[in-house]
T-cell receptor
Framework: DTEVTQTPKHLVMGMTNKKSLKCEQH?????MYWYKQKAKKPPELMFV???????INESVPSRFSPECPNSSLLNLHLHALQPEDSALYLC?????????????FGPGTRLTVT | TQLLEQSPQFLSIQEGENLTVYCNSS?????LQWYRQEPGEGPVLLVT?????EVKKLKRLTFQFGDARKDSSLHITAAQPGDTGLYLC?????????????FGPGTSLSVIP
C-alpha cells in the first residue's frame, strides 16, 4: 500500500477561521512532509517531521502550525490565514534513511482563503 | 545553492508526437526521481534512477540518467492526452539527508487531441 490520504479535499475558510488539514499514511514511513504548491509551480517545502519530531521548519509563518500525533498521522492547523495562503497543500511521506529520497504524496487539499 | 533546472518550462504538442524533457544540475546526484502531477492532484512517483548511464522504461516513457549523474531526461513516445500534466524531477546531492530533496521547477506538458 503506497497510499497517502488527505482530508478534506477542498477547504474554503475566512481569514478569522481556525481549521485543520489531516494526513495519514500506513507505509511505515518515519518522515512526513507538508508542502505548499501554487499553480504550475513545484511544491515548496514547509515542514518535515522525522520520527514524530519536527526536523525542518522552512521559516513558515506562525499562522501555520504542524502537529504529528503519531508515526502515521500529520496535521496542519490553520489560523488567521491571508488570501495569499490559498494554494494546494500536499502531504508526503518517505523512509527516514539517508539513501531513501522517494516521496509519496497525497492528493492534496485545495485551500481557498476568502 | 544546489539547483535543479528543467527545460522546457512549457510544452504543448499534438497527440502522437514525441517529446523530451530535461533536468540538469551542476552537482552530482545521489539519485534522481521523476514525478507526474495531474491538475488538482498530488505528484505521483514515476521512476528513480541511481546509476550513471542508467536507462529505465515505463511503457511509452524512457528515463535516462547522465553518465556523470548531473542530468536526466524523460522521453515520451507517441504522446497521448493522458500524458498531460506537470513533470517534476527531484533529487538529493551526494551525502545529503533524505529531508533535503530538492525539486526542479517542472515542465508543464499539454497534449492536444
Amino acid at each position: 500500500d503506497t497510499e497517502v490520504t488527505q482530508t478534506p479535499k477542498h477547504l474554503v475558510m475566512g481569514m478569522t477561521n481556525k481549521k485543520s488539514l489531516k494526513c495519514e499514511q500506513h507505509m511505515g514511513h518515519r518522515a512526513m512532509y507538508w508542502y505548499k504548491q501554487k499553480a504550475k509551480k513545484p511544491p515548496e517545502l514547509m515542514f518535515v517531521y522525522s520520527y514524530e519530531k519536527l526536523s525542518i521548519n522552512e521559516s513558515v509563518p506562525s499562522r501555520f502550525s504542524p502537529e504529528c500525533p503519531n508515526s502515521s498521522l500529520l496535521n496542519l492547523h490553520l489560523h488567521a490565514l491571508q488570501p495569499e495562503d490559498s494554494a494546494l497543500y500536499l502531504c508526503a511521506s518517505s523512509q527516514a534513511t539517508r539513501s531513501s529520497y522517494e516521496q509519496y504524496f497525497g492528493p492534496g487539499t485545495r485551500l481557498t482563503v476568502t | 545553492t544546489q539547483l535543479l533546472e528543467q527545460s522546457p518550462q512549457f510544452l504543448s504538442i499534438q497527440e502522437g508526437e514525441n517529446l523530451t524533457v530535461y533536468c540538469n544540475s551542476s552537482s552530482v546526484f545521489s539519485s534522481l526521481q521523476w514525478y507526474r502531477q495531474e491538475p488538482g492532484e498530488g505528484p505521483v512517483l514515476l521512476v528513480t534512477v541511481v546509476t550513471g548511464g542508467e536507462v529505465k522504461k515505463l511503457k511509452r516513457l524512457t528515463f535516462q540518467f547522465g553518465d556523470a549523474r548531473k542530468d536526466s531526461s524523460l522521453h515520451i513516445t507517441a504522446a497521448q492526452p493522458g500524458d498531460t500534466g506537470l513533470y517534476l524531477c527531484a533529487g538529493a546531492h551526494m551525502k545529503t539527508s533524505y529531508d533535503k530533496v530538492i525539486f526542479g521547477p517542472g515542465t508543464s506538458l499539454s497534449v492536444i487531441p
